[in-house]
């Protein structure tokens, strides 16, 4: 069963920096996309920045683009988020995610319901 650790979260003014961290364990087979999703009070989730494992390649929502950076650690299966840059509206609840065991193309990497573990959560509050 695979668990997952997500860490970073917290209050920064704006133009401030956070880096969120996405630890998964346990789990059986490789992942072949992982992203970060996020999610305001009374709105969707969102897709915010994904990565396709393998090759490194990488996308990012309009809204971030150039200020926030996926990345993900050579040897473990922890996701990073670095986040620069920051405006009152990156404020919400942000979640990580990692589709485990199944191939992944370039219509499922934006596809929340492709993911199959997600993160608990945190919390990014961005004041004006």
């Known amino acids: 069963q695979v668990q997952v650790m997500e860490s970073g979260g917290g209050s920064v003014q704006a133009g401030g920096s956070l880096r969120l961290s996405c630890e998964f364990t346990?789990?059986?087979?490789?992942?072949?996309?992982m992203g970060w999703f996020r999610q305001i009070p009374g709105k969707e989730r969102e897709g915010v920045a994904v990565?396709?494992?393998?090759?490194?390649?990488?996308s990012y929502a309009d809204s971030v683009k150039g200020r926030f950076t996926i990345s993900q650690a050579k040897y473990t299966r922890t996701l990073y988020l670095q986040m620069d840059s920051l405006k009152p509206e990156d404020t919400a609840m942000y979640y990580c995610?990692?589709?485990?065991?199944?191939?992944?193309?370039?219509?499922?990497?934006?596809?929340?319901?492709?993911?199959?573990?997600w993160g608990q959560g945190t919390q990014v509050t961005v004041s004006s």
């Open positions: 346990g789990a059986t087979y490789n992942s072949n996309c």
């Open positions: 995610a990692a589709r485990f065991g199944r191939l992944c193309g370039a219509d499922d990497i934006w596809t929340q319901g492709r993911y199959n573990n």
């Open positions: 990565i396709f494992t393998s090759t490194g390649s990488v």
